[in-house]
Each structure stands twice: as structure tokens, then as C-alpha cells.
């Protein structure tokens, strides 16, 4: 999983993948804590409109509440960083809307399609970083291998989201 994510405006992005099926585990990927813990964060998310999401990453904890939850092609909720300034700016509360949509690509494929938005204004380097990097560890744990670290996926990639965020505040 090496394509960069789109930055569809400065203040969303959108990351496309092809992962092993079915969909159904794709979606246990996205659902069920002792998955999600294997490429992502601890934690649970309540699988229901208004359930509550509550996930401890390395930067902090993460809260919200789920906006769509249509098993198993769309997951949706917000997304309010309560941690470090590496996932927000000082003093700053913006509630983001994470998506997930998944469908099915052949007999044992799946396109996910991971949007995030609204994005704070500095950070669309650093988020679409991050969400590269989550995604790569997901593609690493989907297929049994154990994922590269965060730090090291991270780092190599930021330089690239980087330069296209600010490609993208230059013509826009």
C-alpha cells in the first residue's frame, strides 16, 4: 500500500485501497476491538448510529460518536482528538468525520475508501501521514504479517503529503 492518499479540498482528504475479502472481514477489521487494537488503536466503538467510539491511540485518546453504521459497507463517526499537539493544535477542538465505505471487488477483494474531514488548517501534511501509515499497518495486519512501526511508515511518507498539501494551498 504505497499510493498516496487525495486531498480532495484543504480540508479533506480521501485515501482508496484494494484489500483482501471478503467484506465481511474487512468490516471485523474496522469493528471488533481485538482487530482494530492490531492496526489502529485499543478501544471499542458502539456499532449503532449515536454509539460511542472511544479508541487510545499513541498521540492520545480519540472520542466520538457514530454517524452511519451500515454493516458491512459504511461505517462512519466523528472524530475529536483529545491528546498530544501532534494530532491537534494547542487548545483547539474540531470535530472530524471519519468514513469508511467498503464494497466488494471481484470474488475476494474490497475497495475501501477512508475520508476524513474537516482537517485543521497546518495539518493536512501530518494527517494524511498519519492515515497512510494507519492504513499500510491495516493492509500488514489483513494479510498476517506484523506491521511496520508507526513512526517508521510515518516518516518516510511525510515528506510526501507535505509537499502535496502544499501544492494544494498554493492553487486553492
Same mark, same amino acid.
Given at each position: 500500500m504505497s499510493e498516496l492518499g487525495k486531498i480532495i479540498d484543504r480540508k479533506t482528504i480521501r485515501f482508496e485501497r484494494v484489500v483482501a475479502g471478503p467484506i465481511e472481514r474487512v468490516w471485523d477489521y474496522l469493528t471488533r %476491538?481485538? *482487530?482494530?487494537?492490531?492496526?489502529?488503536?485499543?478501544?471499542e466503538i458502539e456499532l449503532r448510529v449515536g454509539g460511542r467510539v472511544e479508541l487510545q491511540t499513541m498521540g492520545g485518546v480519540v472520542r466520538g460518536v457514530v454517524t452511519r453504521c451500515d454493516p458491512p459497507r459504511a461505517l462512519a463517526y466523528t472524530w475529536i482528538a483529545d491528546g498530544s499537539e501532534a494530532m491537534r493544535p494547542a487548545g483547539e477542538d474540531l470535530e /472530524?468525520?471519519? /468514513? &469508511?465505505? *467498503?464494497?466488494?471487488?471481484g470474488v475476494d477483494q474490497v475497495v475501501l475508501v477512508l475520508t476524513h474531514r474537516p482537517i485543521w488548517d497546518g495539518f493536512m501534511g501530518r494527517t494524511g501521514s498519519g492515515w497512510h501509515?494507519? *492504513?499500510?499497518? *491495516?493492509? /500488514?495486519?489483513?494479510?498476517?504479517?506484523? %506491521?511496520? %512501526?508507526?513512526?517508521?511508515? &510515518?516518516?518516510?511518507?511525510? %515528506?510526501?503529503y507535505e509537499r502535496l498539501a502544499s501544492s494544494t494551498k498554493e492553487s486553492g
Open positions: %476491538p481485538e *482487530l482494530i487494537a492490531t492496526w489502529l488503536a485499543t478501544g /472530524s468525520i471519519l /468514513s &469508511f465505505e *467498503l464494497t466488494a471487488h501509515t494507519i *492504513l499500510e499497518r *491495516l493492509g /500488514s495486519a489483513m494479510r498476517g504479517e506484523e %506491521p511496520a %512501526p508507526f513512526m517508521e511508515i &510515518f516518516n518516510r511518507v511525510i %515528506p510526501d
